[in-house]
């Protein structure tokens, strides 16, 4: 009798266990994630034909499918998105936003996923600026809460202009109410062709680990790791090649 007691505990015992373990194994499916993005950063985050798109949404709905994942994206300025993920308003950014040792206090990150530099653009006629130091008290333009700010305010005695949208930086810039604007070399591939008159004058490194998912600090970290085995899958795979294909990033 004891020995039938103890095999039918035993029998319960493992019951339990692989009830928990198709839960852990199952606990991120099905489910709905708030993704917060700011959607004027082509070709990352943008809208065509009213239609969100860019290479971080294709990426993201790809992960989202591979983990049976749904995704809400919630629109926002960029400097909002970790505020954002701090109150619960989202459950992750996928915004082309860079990895800081000053971001990683307020939030947890996936695996880069695109590595970027800072390019320096100006009026094509302006003769003054051919380095990074003849901004030296010049009028500068960035968007609101990037990287890009951070390195105008680095440049002596500069007059940064941050703005939430690029396109009023761009403008001001052809307007010469600003002198130039720094942005992510990607994104400026976009600008300097739909704008001839504007070229580019300097590079450089922004001084990131790249561009990851960012989540709540110390709140997602199995669905991290989810997400970084589905993003090595993807570059196996091809799809990830693709995307970079189709939004001419290589």
């Known amino acids: 009798m004891k020995k039938q007691i103890l095999a039918l505990m035993f029998g319960i015992a493992l019951l339990f266990n692989a009830c928990d373990s198709s839960k852990s194994k199952n606990e991120i499916s099905n489910h709905i994630l708030k993704v917060g993005i700011e959607p004027t950063y082509k070709p990352f985050d943008y809208k065509e034909n009213s239609k969100l798109t860019g290479f971080d949404v294709d990426l993201s ?3 989202a499918k591979d983990l049976n994942i749904s995704l809400n994206w919630v629109e926002m300025n960029f400097d909002g998105l970790i ?6 308003k989202i459950d992750m950014i996928a915004s082309a936003m860079s990895v800081t040792e000053e971001r990683k206090k307020n939030a947890d990150f996936s695996n880069t996923y695109y590595m970027t530099k800072n390019l320096y653009i100006k009026r094509k006629d302006d003769t003054s600026l051919t ?3 003849d901004l030296a008290n010049k009028k500068i333009g960035v968007q609101l809460g990037t990287l890009q700010e951070n390195a105008a305010k680095n440049i002596k005695n500069a007059i940064v202009e941050a703005n939430a ?12 109410k600003i002198d130039a604007i720094i942005l992510d070399k990607d994104v400026a591939k976009g600008y300097l062709e739909q704008n001839t008159d504007l070229s580019s004058f300097f590079e450089e490194d922004d001084g990131s680990s790249g561009f990851s998912f960012a989540f ?18 993807l570059k196996q795979n091809g799809i990830y090649e693709n995307l970079l294909i189709k939004y001419q990033l290589k």
Request: charged fraction near 40%.
């Open 61 to 63: 709905e790809a992960i």
């Open 131 to 133: 380095t990074k130091d």
């Open 165 to 176: 949208d690029l396109n009023v930086a761009i403008l001001a810039l052809k307007n010469k």
């Open 83 to 88: 505020p954002a993920l701090k109150t619960g």
């Open 216 to 233: 709540d600090k110390d709140k997602q970290k199995e669905l991290i790791e989810k997400i970084n085995q589905t993003l090595e899958k």
